[in-house]
Nanobody, 120 residues
């Protein structure tokens, strides 16, 4: 069983920064690609950032490019999302997601989410 535990959310003023963490336990961390999603009230859950198993490849939603950075520490089984220059529209619940790829199969695991509120 894979368990994901997010932390680091909170209230921050516009222009501020936060770093989210997602600690993964239960399996070999570097077998999993990792993603951060977010869901604002009344909206769908959207992909924010992705990182491959080795940490050598990342992708970002257009809305966060240049402001957010995803990175991982495989020795600590943790993935991070550094969020800078935060805007009110970044307010959402942020979810960590792990994907295990086995041939054509995909196994998905989710954390419980952490609230990020950007407000003055």
């Amino acid at each position: 069983q894979v368990q994901l535990v997010e932390s680091g959310g909170g209230l921050v003023q516009p222009g501020g920064s936060l770093r989210l963490s997602c600690a993964v336990s239960g399996r070999t961390f570097d077998n999993y690609a990792m993603n951060w999603y977010r869901q604002a009230p009344g909206k769908e859950r959207d992909l924010v950032a992705s990182i491959d198993e080795s940490g050598s490849s990342t992708n970002y939603a257009e809305s966060v490019k240049g402001r957010f950075t995803i990175y991982r520490d495989n020795a600590k089984s943790t993935v991070y999302l550094q969020m800078n220059s935060l805007k009110a529209e970044d307010t959402a619940v942020y979810y960590c997601n792990a994907v295990r790829k086995l041939a054509s199969l995909r196994y998905y695991y989710w954390g419980q989410g952490t609230q990020v509120t950007v407000s003055s």
